[in-house]
């Protein structure tokens, strides 16, 4: 009889196969389901093969300024001769890999500090929830555009502030969830037979908020490509002349008459975002649904 | 058709004769007959032609099992089960059948003539409003009364199911009471309407064996004094031993055995039915455990 | 199978230090909610010896269940202290449980709750196996044990019925070879004709492991099954203890008669049960 080793991977390994059992993948056979899905495949698709679908270099300068859509420049050309179809495709290869990363990295740090707030209690529960208390005082566009701004304005600061904002409320609902938990009996009866706090945090405790998680990662991830194209916009984000959807907005603003200069971009992140919310939906329904028949 | 005492003193029983009779309780006791109930909801057939003659002024007990389908054939009197379920068969009461009625008649029966009472007398009173509140709105809902008599009534009510301080009782909130104290005060809910037919579901399994027995007292009184039909539902032998007069037993969805309270726990025939009475604590002794 | 299972049981006990086994001397439990101090327990004494079937009864919010948790180190206690094996029980914390601690081990009341939903039997049976000191039983003959297919061990929790959960958290405390095992109402949750047959079995098993039980229950006529010696509680205090069929006959105490004359017998006269005041 082998043993099966506890290693720290052991909640991933089953989560293909639990998200088959679940019929997870199912529950996006409904048609805003269907919808995401494509926009989602076509735009990661798009950040993949980018530079194979673009006709133009997105930086070269090398069309009359200001032409409106016509059989050259799909999208028309902005202030400085640029070609706005390259520059759209471009800009998802930056926008969609780090929002990627600010949602991955802050439920990560969010769901480790959460949990260990919950599962501990006591003071350092009181510390680590004043401080999401402060940071939720502000709205958190407000205090990464303060942050951002005092760490000076560029791609990896705007980053670091996005980081800095989006963690409490991953702790907030972690911390929760655990809370219900820790008092289950399973996980009592795991610490009654020898797990330290952390073992039984990492068996017992995640495996069971992973899946409350991933829809929240697919929830939020649309949020996270709005506050980075916000501080692009803003001017604190990507820096000219480099592409981005929310500095390319804000170009289009100064030039109404060419309204191909924003719309496109604003096009780009409006069905990203939505369809991306539309998975997270189809998946925290079915995600509703499994509670609802679990528990009768 | 097997008549009690009371209903032979008036004369009166429970069949059709008297369909178009008033309800009130001194006419004598009225029975129920479910002739072959079925259920099916969402391709799971619940209740497999279920017919069961629950005896006026008797005590009938369900017995059973978690999912045996007790709790839904007793919720199906008061068509108490989800729209899209399938039924068929009759429920015969006073001459009429139930699942016939329309919704606004069965309201009117519903809480009336026929009421229940549940297993957990914290989840079917409001937390927020006083005992008044509930037993009075109630009453003046289906018997018309003024406030001032429906107050009246609520602590004569409350009298009867035995509540020290009825008056003081109607001021507080659930949460004032014990456990033991809120059933009897669900039971004198139950009561208000003067009905024929008290269904009773688990009505002791969320209390503790020392407040069972009370409420098993007060039931046994409320069906002496008022000569009412009850059935009683629950999985407890020891608790249907104590107070029911006819037993049913039932297994997913049908009935395997209906006899008297001693035929069915001294000899019971059929095989489930003998398992159930075998894993009694009592007789486990008995054969020397 | 289940000969070998025993065998196996049986040689872990032998490694047991035999000792003094629990002891709760004069323990007083108090939780404070909002600024409110309520005591859950009043000075109990109680003690478990090795290999002893022991009852602990009360009703609702008696303490019994309080008790259960200072024994595990759940709940933090006020005054007097807990000990097994001369080991003082302090409250869990951050660290692992000490060995001698892990000796005991628990079956919970609720069954949907006492398993991880996400992790198949044979994993959560595994594990509890690894701290087996002495030879752990194999899965199989663990399942053999509690009378549930061999093929279960494949499956998730969600696959089973409350009564079949409750048998695989007994196969999971006995896997840790325990030496005192407590049963927090295990059987409350269950359908009644389950309850005498769920008990009689965590009667067996610990029976043939030599290890020592503390069942703790609402249901007198059910531990009266089961136990040798038992303590009746009553409003967080020991109102009554001594051996069972000397307490079912001959209850000393006001509150134990009260219990006692509650109780409904099944025996198809239609008696009520008496209440005393």
Sequence with gaps: MSEQPVSGLMPFAGLRRRLRDNGFLKSLRTPLGIIGVIFVAFWILMAIFGPLVEPYDPLAQEFDRLQAPNATNWFGTDQVGRDVFSRVIASARVTIPISVFIVVVSVCVGSFIGALAGYLGKVFDEIIMRLTDIMFAFPSIILAMIISATLGPGLKNAVIALLVVSWPSYARIVRSMVLTLKSSEFVIAGRLIGRGVLSSLIVDVLPNVLTSMLVLLFTDFGGAVLMLSNLSFLGLGVLPPDPDWGTMVQNGMGNFSAWWVALFPGLAILTLVISVNFIGDALQDSLDLQNVTSHA | ?289 | ?277
């Design chain 2, 1 to 289: 058709m097997v008549m009690n005492n009371k209903a032979m003193n008036t004369g009166s029983n429970a069949g059709p004769a008297l369909a178009d009779g008033s309800s009130s309780v001194e006419a004598g006791a009225y029975g129920l007959d479910i002739e072959n109930l079925d259920m099916t909801l969402n391709g799971k057939h619940l209740l497999n032609k279920v017919c069961l003659h629950v005896e006026p002024g008797k005590v009938t007990g369900l017995a059973g099992e978690s999912g045996s389908g007790k709790s839904l054939t007793s919720l199906s009197v008061l068509k108490l089960f989800p729209d899209d379920a399938k039924v068929t068969g009759r429920i015969m009461y006073k001459g009429r059948n139930l699942l016939d009625l329309s919704e606004h008649s069965i309201n009117g029966i519903r809480g009336r003539e026929i009421a229940l009472v549940f297993q957990d007398p914290t989840a079917s009173l409001h937390p927020m409003i006083s005992i008044q509140g509930q037993m009075t709105d109630h009453m003046r809902h289906h018997l018309g009364l003024s406030k001032k008599d429906a107050i009246a009534k609520a602590e004569h009510l409350l009298a009867m199911v035995h509540i020290p301080d009825p008056v003081g009782a109607l001021k507080k909130y659930p949460h004032q009471f014990s456990g033991g104290q809120l059933q009897r005060i669900a039971i004198a809910m139950a009561m208000a309407c003067d009905p024929t037919i008290l269904i009773a579901d688990e009505p002791t399994t969320a209390l503790d064996v020392t407040v069972q027995a009370e409420i098993l007292h007060l039931l046994r009184e409320l069906c002496d004094k008022f000569g009412l039909t009850l059935i009683l539902v629950t999985h407890d032998l020891g608790v249907m031993s104590a107070l029911a007069d006819n037993i049913a037993v039932m297994k997913a969805g049908e009935i395997v055995e209906y006899g008297t309270r001693h035929d069915i726990i001294t000899d019971p025939k059929n095989p489930y039915t003998k398992s159930l009475i075998d894993a009694l604590p009592m007789n486990m002794m008995k054969r020397g455990a």
């Design chain 3, 1 to 277: 199978m289940v000969d070998t299972t025993s065998q196996n049981a049986t040689a872990t006990s032998q490694n047991t230090r035999k000792g003094e086994g629990l002891i709760l001397n004069n323990v007083t439990v108090q939780y404070r909610t909002a600024g409110v101090t309520s005591t859950a327990l009043h000075g109990i004494n109680m003690s478990v010896h090795p290999g002893e079937v022991v009852g602990l009864v009360g009703e609702s919010g008696c303490g019994k269940s309080t008790t259960a948790k200072a024994i595990c180190g759940l709940v933090p206690v006020t005054d007097g202290e807990v000990r097994y094996e001369g080991v003082a029980v302090d409250p869990l914390g951050f660290r692992k449980r000490p060995k001698t601690l892990q000796r005991i081990q628990m079956v919970f009341q609720n069954p949907y709750a006492s398993l991880n939903p996400r992790r198949k039997i044979k994993a959560q049976l595994e594990d509890a196996r690894a701290i087996n000191e002495g030879t752990a039983p194999s899965v199989d003959e663990l399942l053999d044990l509690v009378e549930l297919p061999r093929e279960s061990a494949n499956l998730y929790p969600r696959q089973f019925s409350g009564g079949q959960r409750q048998r695989i958290a007994i196969a999971r405390a006995m896997a840790t070879g325990p030496s005192l095992l407590i049963g927090d109402e295990p059987i409350a949750s269950l359908d009644a004709s389950l309850q005498s047959k769920v008990a009689m079995l965590m009667k067996k098993v610990t029976r043939e492991s030599g290890a020592a039980m503390l069942f703790i229950s609402h249901d007198l006529s059910v531990v009266r099954l089961i136990v040798d010696r038992l303590y009746v509680m009553h409003e967080g205090r020991i109102v009554e203890e001594g051996e069972t069929e000397e307490v079912w006959n001959h209850p000393k105490n006001r509150y134990t008669q009260r219990l006692l004359a509650s109780i409904p017998i099944p025996d198809g006269s239609g008696t009520l049960p008496t209440v005393l005041e």
